[in-house]
């Protein structure tokens, strides 16, 4: 079944997040106080209205609380977003995610009940520092304020390895969850699985680890 979504607030971040799923093929309310963004998304979303979503009446009288997931993301203007937030989750939607401009913002998100709360800017920050330090970091994603999901690329010195001959789990107290080997993804490798040069790496454990199995596996000092 089609999930259908509302975004609040068509700013680079909304604006990009309604593009994606429009082109999935979602069903997407656009929702902003600003009428020539609104216009902008009007082609591209199922619905698109003007409407101040600070104001409780008018989030009823939409029909929110029946949609599936409302992406708050709305820009600067913090008040708005805390009470957009409150607002959603007083009507009942069931789910609600919430662009934080920064830690207290998200405290207050996360108090006032949003569901998932997301730091586009600091995120993207932080994938493209990883990106920067190594060139085996292909991509990034952050669990928790320790833990994460990395892909990285196997380089000459692991091909022919097996798990089991590396015992990365044992070493490093990480996970390697998937290897991605062309167009074909391995899900739960076996230990005798061997891996091969340009293998992608699902790892999955404590930033330090990753960052220590990355750092050993790039001066070939694993072993």
Known sequence: ???????????????????????EGMEVMVIDVDEDRVNEFAPIASHAVVADTTDESILKSLG??????????????????ILTTLMLKEIGVKEVTAKAQNDYHEKVLRKIGADNVVHPERDMGRRLAHHMISNNVLDYLELSDEHSIME???????SGYSLLDLDIRAKYGINIVAIKRGSDIIVSPQADERILEGDILIVIGADSDIGRFEKNMTNNDLF
Do not use: T, W, Y
């Open 64 to 81: 929110i609380r029946n949609f599936d997931h409302v992406i708050v993301a709305i820009g600067d203007d913090i008040q708005s977003s």
């Open 152 to 158: 990285i690329v196997a380089n000459r010195p692991l």
């Open 1 to 23: 079944m089609k999930k259908e979504f509302v975004v609040i607030g068509l700013g680079r971040f909304g604006g990009s997040i309604c593009r994606a799923l429009a082109e």
